[in-house]
Every structure is written in structure tokens, then in C-alpha cells.
């Protein structure tokens, strides 16, 4: 009886189709977003990595400075402050606007990771490369690139994981992601309890089924470095 009066059936079917899109929308820019830090991640690492000290101070700076920025408040900036701005400033759909900004927030994160992987490579492979005369550009997509990203995955798609539950930040600028949905839905009927339980378990639907394929990556990367561990050490003693 109790539960009756606090949870109406009607009202969860009718939120189902607003909601259902707003998960959709929700998964559009996620995906959209993660596709744009692991880009401007990569590009940001080996801009760091240039000889040119300055430059590469510059971007040190720059990564910084977003990384230790709420992105609350830079998606706030991009979608009211910059239109404002003369000669740059441009008014952007608030799917794109939500999609910069996270992206290139997040890409300050995966630029850490990618720098982990590349550490991870061995100098003699910057090496050898310049006693094959391989290009600056050759040596990072034939050398560099293919042993320092593998490693990195499980950790790469973590933050798509943490990306996807900070789409609510979007409803700052009007974004019909899964909670304004909710929220648009809840407003409307006065029923809260049933929209946002709605919403959590859609949140559950689309987060875990992506936990569960990182854990196999990192699962299958243990592996694989057990097994060439393994390999070398074999390869040790019968020298």
C-alpha cells in the first residue's frame, strides 16, 4: 500500500520514450566526447614532447590550466561567455558545445595516460629509430605509438566510464541528456521518485555493461605482459 502511493506505473511508462532518448542523446555525446580527448589527448602528448622547449612549455600550460578547471565551468563558458566575444566568439548547439568541452577536458586526463605509455617504451627505440633515419612522424606511428598504447586501453576506457557520468553537467546549457529528461518529466507530473529511479537504472543499463568489458581488457593486458614476462625470463636462463 505504501509502495503504491509513492510509485505510479502509469507515470513510469508514459516517462519511458523521453527517457529512452534521453539515454540516447546521452550515449551520442559521451561517445562523441571520448572520441575527441582520445584525438587532442594523443595530439597534446606529442606536442609536449617537441624540441622546441617553449612550445612545448606553452602546452604544459595549457593542459593545466583545463585540467584543473571545473568543467562545469568551462562548458558554461563555451556555450554562454565565448558567442560574446567579438570576431572569435560563435554561438554553438549545445550538442557540440557539451561535446568540445568535455572532450578537450578530458583530454588533458588521457594525455597523463598516453605519457605513461610512452614512458614506458624503451629509449633505445627512440634509438635505433634515428639510426634508421626514421622520421620524427614514422618513428611515432611505426615505433613508438604501436607498444605504447596498447598498455594504456583498460586505463583509457575508464574515463570513458567517469565521462559518461558527468553528461549531467549538460543540463547547465539545456542538453536533453537522461537527467534533464527526468528532471523535464518530473516537473511536469510532480512525480520525482519514479523519473530519477527510471533514470539511475538506465545510468546502470549503459555504465556497467562497459566496467565489465574494461576489467576483460585489463584481465587480457595482464595476461599478455605475464606471458612475455615469462618469456624473457625463460629466454634468460638458457643463456
Given amino acids: 500500500m505504501i509502495v503504491s ?11 519511458m520514450p523521453a527517457m529512452l532518448g534521453g539515454m540516447w542523446n546521452t550515449f ?19 606536442l609536449r614532447r617537441i624540441p622546441f622547449k617553449p612550445l612545448a612549455l606553452l602546452f604544459y600550460g595549457l593542459t593545466e590550466f583545463i585540467r584543473m578547471t571545473p568543467p562545469l565551468a568551462q562548458l558554461l563558458f563555451v556555450y554562454y561567455a565565448w558567442p560574446q566575444i567579438p570576431v572569435v566568439g560563435v554561438a554553438l548547439p549545445s550538442f ?33 629509430s634515428k639510426a634508421l633515419n626514421f622520421s620524427r612522424f614514422d618513428t611515432w606511428r611505426k615505433v613508438i605509438l604501436p607498444q605504447a598504447i596498447p598498455p594504456v586501453i583498460p586505463q583509457l576506457g575508464n574515463y570513458l566510464i ?26 511536469a507530473t510532480y512525480s520525482y521518485v519514479e523519473v530519477f529511479t527510471i533514470a539511475g537504472l538506465l545510468f546502470l543499463v549503459l555504465s556497467y555493461p562497459s566496467s565489465l568489458l574494461i576489467r576483460y581488457l585489463e584481465k587480457r593486458m595482464n595476461n599478455r605482459y605475464a606471458r612475455k614476462a615469462k618469456k624473457v625470463e625463460r629466454k634468460g636462463v638458457t643463456t
Avoid: C
Fill in 162 to 187: 567517469v565521462m559518461f557520468k558527468e553528461t549531467p553537467l549538460l543540463i547547465a546549457i539545456q542538453f536533453n541528456e537522461m537527467l534533464r529528461e527526468a528532471y523535464l518529466v518530473g516537473s
Fill in 28 to 46: 551520442l555525446i559521451t561517445i562523441s566526447a571520448f572520441i575527441v580527448a582520445l584525438i587532442v589527448g594523443l595530439i597534446l602528448t606529442m
Fill in 5 to 15: 502511493s509513492i510509485w505510479n506505473w502509469d507515470v513510469a511508462i508514459d516517462a
Fill in 96 to 128: 557540440v558545445a557539451g561535446t568540445f568541452t568535455l572532450g578537450i577536458h578530458y583530454s588533458t586526463y588521457l594525455s597523463e595516460i598516453y605519457r605513461s605509455g610512452i614512458e614506458g617504451v624503451e629509449k633505445g627505440q627512440w634509438e635505433a
